[in-house]
């Protein structure tokens, strides 16, 4: 008798907590390429079957590096900083410590749906240069 009813009803090859993996992906490489995937599978301490499924899904997950995410982010906080900032010493004016420090807080208040903006527009971009 099972321990727990979940155990008995879960199909053969399938891992609690998920459905079975029963579909494949196939590609053809190089041997220079199966090494280097190799390589970095291990670097991962991974299966090379399972390193691939992950930076695979990773990529449908999301169509950008998240460091990279991060790094235009910071990138964007900058811009908004700078712009915000020089906007009023181009002017001739003085920045109180109270401005500077709303200024602070407004930059970081906003400068991840800058980067999410930039991204979604530069996705736009892109997917109306491939129907072109």
């Not at 998240?66 to 900083?81: C, D, H, M, R």
Request: glycine content about 6%; charged content about 30%.
């Amino acid at each position: 008798m099972p321990v727990n009813q979940v155990d008995a009803v879960r199909k053969k090859g399938a891992v609690r907590g998920r459905e079975s993996r029963d579909k494949s992906l196939n590609t053809k490489l190089t041997t220079a390429e199966l090494a280097a995937v190799e390589a970095m599978a291990e670097a991962d301490g991974r299966a090379v079957g399972e390193w691939v499924r992950e930076i695979v899904l990773k990529a449908t997950r999301s169509p950008s590096d998240p460091g990279s995410e991060q790094l235009l982010t910071e990138i964007l906080g900058l811009q908004l900083f700078l712009t915000n900032a020089l906007s009023a010493v181009v002017c001739g004016e003085r920045m109180s410590t109270e401005q500077y420090q709303e200024l602070m807080r407004n930059v970081r208040a906003n400068k991840r749906r800058a980067a999410q903006d930039a991204i979604a527009q530069y996705l736009a971009e892109n997917k109306e240069e491939r129907h072109a």
